[in-house]
């Protein structure tokens, strides 16, 4: 199998990982970024390149690419040709990607698939946020498309000159967010999920002022985010949601966030692209030879290799 691996950024961990369990049982892999898709002129008509050769010499591509407010229109239109591709395994196409990263879409599909998510409302001004305040208490504001916490703010106590000017600020940069009340919860755990069996759990020791697994764009001198990440056995009814949400959004693999309240569990996202280089490398092996599994599963599927 000729595998091509789309990675996030350069010499990230994930992707080595999984090249490295594939090329251990013979395969040949290729890692690439978004800026290598192109396309070219031919006899046949314009086709997708990769690094200047037809994107049609492998077999599959796992995409690992970011999609992000920053570049969304070079993401998308890249994946878009890369999807295109006639004869290549796409693992996943960009209309799955598309409608994961998009927080707004991917709520809707799992609010349709039944899986219960947080309440939720776009806003667009601040008498938007304050209606919400004034429903829900305490209430978290987010951008639509965004990763690692950056810019999903927490406003716990009240909704004062300093809040106001935040989350103005945040309407400014942004246009529209979404809004949700804040679910009180000691801990977020992610259920990753490869093919349609439950992968690695982890969970995120959150809590406090540490209320979030990731702090966003970075902290200020001196202080640190006590976050603690561990890994652990998920629940029957956690692991089932993992692979239910996955599948609702059609993707091949995702990690899903997921946090228990009194009423249950609810599925805060599904991230497109999951990470796990932040565990020991036996447990990172654990999803790379997952992976690896999948793409050959899923190639022999559309036929010989």
């Known amino acids: 199998m000729r595998l091509g691996i789309l990675w996030w950024e350069p010499g990230e961990v994930e992707c080595l990982g999984i090249a490295e369990a594939c090329r251990e049982r013979g395969h040949e892999v290729v890692l690439f970024g978004l800026e290598d898709i192109g396309c070219e002129d031919t006899p046949m008509g314009m086709v997708p390149t990769v690094a200047g050769q037809g994107a049609d010499a492998f ?32 693992l996943d196409p960009v209309s799955a990607h598309v409608r994961t990263v998009s927080k707004f879409a991917m709520l809707h599909q799992l609010t349709r698939s039944g899986i219960r998510v947080p309440p939720t409302r776009s ?72 093919g349609e069996e439950p992968s690695v759990c982890t969970r995120f020791h959150t809590g406090g002022d540490a209320w979030k697994p990731f702090p ?16 652990c056995a998920p629940s029957r009814e956690m692991a089932d949601l993992g692979v239910r949400a996955t599948k609702a959004m059609g993707l091949s693999y995702a990690g899903v966030d997921i946090v228990e309240t009194e009423d249950g569990p609810v599925v805060m996202e599904v991230n497109v692209v999951p990470g796990w280089g932040a565990l020991p490398p036996d447990v990172q092996r654990i999803p790379n030879r997952a992976v690896a599994d999948l793409v050959e599963r899923r190639t022999r599927e559309l036929g010989p290799v």
């Open 59 to 90: 077999d599959a591509v796992l995409s690992r690419a970011h999609i992000g407010a920053d570049n969304w229109r070079n993401a998308v239109e890249r994946l878009t040709l890369l999807s295109g591709t006639p004869g290549t395994l796409m």
């Open 216 to 231: 966003g764009d970075g902290l200020p001198p001196g202080e640190s985010w006590d976050v603690r990440i561990e890994v």
């Open 123 to 194: 806003v667009r001004t601040l008498a938007d946020v304050e209606k919400a305040v004034d429903r829900w208490g305490r209430i978290v504001l987010k951008p639509s498309v965004g990763f690692r916490g950056i810019d999903v703010e927490r406003f716990a106590h009240g909704f004062g000159l300093g809040e106001r000017a935040k989350a103005s600020a945040l309407l400014d940069r942004y246009g529209v967010l979404i809004c949700q009340p804040y679910i009180p919860h000691e801990g977020d755990h992610r259920v990753l999920v490869i």
